[in-house]
């Protein structure tokens, strides 16, 4: 998968894990914690999803979904705001603005400036935030308790016996 698909498919479950996890919540006090399952396993993945870790994962991966949600959110007005440039300010005068005096040198200014700061902004702090949930979902469904990365240095007790 290209990095651009991975940052995109990324992005895009972190903006909806807040509204399909409070929707999976609902399911789940409604009396429907299957649906809710199914629901919860497309956003955060995994197996093992009952009602009861549907409503662990909503509380615990709260803060989370808020800044993922947050961050997004921003980076989606923004892109309106910064892409639709000549719409928003269509009579004003380019002169003082970044990029002027002509509108094409505006818009190429803000679009290609932002353009950056959303490569920036998606790529790595939304990862941080995907990683940060995939970790609470993995703890709630008890799934996947084996730790990647360099295994844990021996006691000082052990290396001295």
Known sequence: MSPIR??????????????AGWAAVALTLAGRPRQAARLQGRIAGGEGWTGGRVLGRAVLGLP???AAFG???FALFNSVRNFGYPVWY???DYHHAWGGPTLA???TVHAGG????LALLLHWPVRWLANGRRAVARRVTGGG???RGPAAPEPVAARCA
């Open 6 to 19: 991975r940052t995109v498919r990324t992005t895009a479950r972190a903006f909806l894990a807040l509204p």
């Open 64 to 66: 989370l979904d808020l």
């Open 71 to 73: 961050l997004i959110g």
């Open 90 to 92: 269509l009579d004003t």
């Open 105 to 107: 040198g505006v818009w």
């Open 114 to 117: 932002w353009l950056l700061c």
């Open 145 to 147: 308790g084996a730790r």
